[in-house]
């Protein structure tokens, strides 16, 4: 359990989240896919709102398990595919850096699926949902021997 507390915190500190929906053609032929918006991502702050994960007795909230400093972190992704977490105001330990860990990220635009390699290792997460103000996510998470499906819901920081 130890193992997927701190993948789920790795995953939730280190993910963007967009979404996409189909439409049918004007003539009534076979749906198209809406190509992700990626400017609904970047250049926004975003902070986490909730994480849960899946186990036998369905979704679980894994809130009790964050530390409050890790709550205002903001998560930030910029048009050239960098990615970086920075700490809020609560500070972990007072000796916590502004810049906590950075990383690059990649959209495939019509799959919906982002991939983030946040240095420590390559992770991919389905895009379930976005608008101007939330994104959800999900993915599944591995950590030897375990594997869980997380959903995590960041939204934008208004300061």
Request: charged share 25%; with cysteine.
């Amino acid at each position: 359990m130890k193992n997927i507390k701190l993948t789920l915190i790795l995953l939730f500190t280190g993910i963007v989240i967009v979404s996409a929906c189909k439409k049918k053609d004007d003539d009534g032929g076979q749906p198209q896919a809406i190509l992700i918006d990626t400017n609904l991502v970047v250049n926004k702050p975003w902070k986490l709102k909730s994480v849960y994960y899946q186990d036998n007795n369905g979704w679980q909230d894994f809130a009790p398990f964050i530390h409050p400093c890790e709550w205002d972190n903001l998560l930030y992704f910029d048009s050239g595919g960098n990615a970086r977490v920075e700490d809020g105001d609560i500070k972990c330990t007072t000796t916590d850096p502004v810049f906590t860990k950075g990383g690059t990220w990649y959209i495939d635009r019509e799959s919906k699926i982002i991939t983030l390699d946040n240095g420590d290792g390559i992770q991919n997460f389905q895009i379930s949902e976005i608008n101007d103000t939330q994104m959800v996510v999900f993915a599944r998470v591995k950590s030897n021997p375990f594997e869980v499906d997380a959903r995590v819901t960041f939204i934008e920081d208004q300061y």
